[in-house]
């Protein structure tokens, strides 16, 4: 299952969650696979991808993903950076023990707090 990024202004029901998040903080992200991995299998693998807002290839480089990591059931991306008033697509890609793949995408507003 995935939410998918769209082109343009992305309706928020495709986001897994939305944050606001302060260009001068570095913060963990956490999400909760536990509803959508099958009984018995965990997350293998977790990457993330900052994109720019509503693209699905253009990468930003102005916001930092600085690691993700996971466990059986969640995954934790830390983020630092970013522009003011400034909108960012985060997308986490996982492959589960089983070699099923999943991504979820959060939305980061930017904004000075």
Sequence with gaps: MSYPLS???????????????????????????DPILPHGDAIDTATTTAYIYGSTTEEATDITVDSTSSTDRTT??????????????????????????????????????
Excluded at 8 to 27: A, E, F
Excluded at 93 to 102: C, R
């Design 7 to 33: 082109q343009g202004n992305t309706p928020l029901r495709h986001y897994h969650t939305t944050y606001t998040k302060d260009p001068d903080s570095v913060w963990p992200y956490t999400i909760d696979w």
């Design 76 to 113: 934790t991306t830390v983020l630092s950076a970013g522009l003011a008033d400034t909108s960012y697509d985060i997308t986490v890609h996982v492959v589960t023990d089983a070699g099923y793949e999943a991504d979820r995408t959060i939305l980061i507003n930017c904004r000075h707090e």
